[in-house]
Structures are given as C-alpha cells and as structure tokens.
C-alpha cells in the first residue's frame, strides 16, 4: 500500500515536470508570446506613469482620452496573451486527462492509503471513490492524486518560475 | 535563483552589497530590501515546515481533525513568529498583516496532507484490522 501512495506521487511529479515542460515548449518559448509578454509589461509600465502624472497635473479631456486607449490597447494585448496560453494549456489538458483515467483504471476500486482523518462529507465522495465499504478513512486513487498534483505543480511553477507574471 | 535582473525588477539596484540568501534566512533581523524575494522565501520555508510537520504527525501518529487545526496553527504561527520576531520585518510594507499567512497556504497544506497520509499508510496501516 506504502508503494502504491508513493507511486502516486511519483505520477504526479512526473505529470507536472511534463506538463510544465509541455506547457514551455507550446507556450511560453513562443516568440508570439515572449513579444506579447514584453508587450504587455512595457504597456502597463508606461500606463502606470501616465495615470500617476495625470493625476498630478489635474485631468484635461485630451490626455484623459489618450489614457484610456491606452487602457485598451493593454486589454487587448492581454486577452491575445491568455489565448495564446489557454489554447496549448487545453491540448495539454484533455492528453492528461486521459492519462488519468487510465491510471483510474489500474486503480479502480484499491484502496492507495489509509487517511489519518475522516475526510468532512463534502471530500467523501472524492476520497472513498469506488471503493468498497464504509471505511472512511481508506483513500482512493483520484484523493491522493488530487493532493499530490496541487502542491507539487504549483512548487514546479515557481520552481520554474514559468508562471506569467502579470496575472 | 534570485538573479540580478530579477533583483532589478523590484527595485533593488544593489548600492549595498547583501550577504547571500542562506545567510540571510538563517540570521535574524537581515535586510530584505525586495519584498518579493521575502515572500519566496517565506513560501519555501512554508513548505518545508508542511513536510517535516506531515513525517512528525505520521510518525507519532496524529489522527484526526486535531492534526489539521494543530497543523494550521504550527504552520502559520511559525511564518508568523519567523518573520515578526525572528526577522522584524514591517508588516505595513506587505500589506495586511495576514499577507504573510496567505502566501501559498494551500498548496502547503496538500504537502503536508500527502505527507501525513503517506507516513502514516506506511508505519501504522497495519496497526488498525486493515
């Protein structure tokens, strides 16, 4: 059971390098999206100087016009940024997804872990997953898995500090 | 990890020289002029705190919703403790004065939940009619 939990891990580890490196390779090495990027931070650099002189300098018609523009050219390049993102992040999605109904599969119905606690009613569902019973405390694959995959690739973002910043 | 363009990025322009980062973790009252290079370390130690607590409670064994509230409140209260009486940082310049317990709280606590799970699986599963 010991080797089951830790392969678990093991899995998660490995999908989120390969997600993360996936999500590289599709994503961010992209010249599209370097330029965007660059586009974007110099875009709300500027932006935020214009607001603060503006401000100084009481607001006239002219240069509040400009501003908002400018406001709109940034929404504009922000929204091509997250699409460039989203595109290749929901190919790599659905390739994982199936992954994880196939090791759903090799799992189905096995007891992974047993839980320290009873998992509050809300979790029971996830955590006692196709399993046979009215143990509580006895963990399904697709817990463990869950739990895994949100501290390891959240570390491996910043691990890799791949996360874009003006989000 | 903390290169110079990422220390110029916040601000840092480097007129003083700093001792390198370990050394500044691990000595009380350092200078920590890059408020974000604060908050990662912050979150590191987050991290590392969540695993040891996860092996201690697994080993001991901790069961139950105590191992939960107990976790929260050695987690936070160590981030607390570390970065207001250990490196006297003024709070005011982080905003709130829970920033510091939000910064990757979740992500800590699966850590230190698949920590537990699996310490405990593998010295007291069998100890219950498995």
Same mark, same amino acid.
């Given at each position: 059971?010991?080797?089951?939990?830790?392969?678990?891990?093991?899995?998660?580890?490995?999908?989120?390098?390969?997600?993360?490196?996936?999500?590289?390779?599709?994503?961010?090495?992209?010249?599209?999206?370097?330029?965007?990027?660059?586009?974007?931070?110099?875009?709300?650099?500027?932006?935020?100087?214009?607001?603060?002189?503006?401000?100084?300098?009481?607001?006239?018609?002219?240069?509040?016009?400009?501003?908002e523009r400018d406001e709109e050219r940034l929404r504009n390049n922000n929204r091509d940024l997250n699409f460039v993102k989203m595109k290749s992040?929901?190919?790599? +999605?659905?390739? $994982? #997804?199936?992954?994880?109904?196939? @090791?759903?599969? %090799?799992?189905?119905?096995?007891?992974?872990?047993?839980?320290?606690?009873?998992?509050?009613?809300?979790?029971?569902?996830?955590?006692?997953?196709?399993?046979? +019973?009215?143990? $509580? #405390?006895?963990?399904?694959?697709? @817990?463990?898995? %869950?739990?895994?995959?949100?501290?390891?690739?959240?570390?491996?973002?910043?691990?890799?500090?791949?996360?874009?910043?003006?989000? | 990890?903390?290169?110079?363009?990422?220390?110029?990025?916040?601000?840092?322009?480097?007129?003083?020289?700093?001792?390198?980062?370990?050394?500044?973790?691990?000595?009380?009252q350092s200078e920590w002029p890059d408020k974000d290079e604060f908050l990662d370390v912050i979150y590191w130690l987050r991290q590392l705190v969540?695993?040891?607590?996860?092996?201690?409670?697994?080993?001991?064994p901790l069961k139950g919703f105590l191992g939960i509230v107990l976790f929260c409140m050695v987690n936070t209260g160590f981030v607390y403790i570390?970065?207001?009486?250990?490196?006297?940082?003024?709070?005011?310049?982080?905003?709130?004065?829970?920033?510091?317990?939000?910064?990757?709280?979740?992500?800590?606590?699966?850590?230190?939940?698949?920590?537990?799970?699996?310490?405990?699986?593998?010295?007291?599963?069998?100890?219950?009619?498995?």
């Open positions: 059971m010991w080797e089951d939990g830790l392969l678990i891990v093991a899995v998660s580890f490995f999908t989120a390098f390969v997600g993360e490196g996936l999500t590289w390779l599709t994503v961010y090495r992209t010249q599209k999206y370097q330029r965007l990027k660059a586009e974007v931070e110099k875009q709300s650099k500027k932006l935020e100087k214009k607001k603060e002189s503006v401000n100084v300098a009481e607001t006239d018609k002219a240069s509040k016009k400009k501003l992040m929901f190919a790599i +999605g659905v390739a $994982f #997804t199936a992954l994880l109904s196939c @090791f759903n599969n %090799i799992f189905d119905g096995r007891v992974v872990a047993k839980l320290p606690f009873v998992p509050i009613a809300w979790f029971q569902g996830i955590s006692h997953r196709n399993l046979a +019973g009215e143990d $509580f #405390t006895d963990c399904s694959f697709i @817990f463990l898995y %869950i739990l895994s995959t949100m501290s390891i690739r959240q570390n491996v973002q910043k691990l890799l500090v791949l996360r874009h910043p003006a989000q | 990890m903390y290169s110079a363009a990422h220390a110029k990025r916040n601000g840092v322009h480097g007129k003083n020289k700093l001792a390198p980062l370990y050394l500044r973790i691990l000595k009380s969540a695993i040891i607590i996860g092996i201690i409670w697994g080993i001991l570390y970065a207001s009486y250990y490196q006297q940082v003024d709070e005011s310049e982080f905003g709130e004065g829970w920033e510091f317990a939000k910064e990757g709280f979740m992500t800590t606590f699966a850590g230190f939940l698949v920590t537990w799970i699996i310490v405990y699986t593998g010295i007291h599963a069998n100890d219950s009619a498995f």
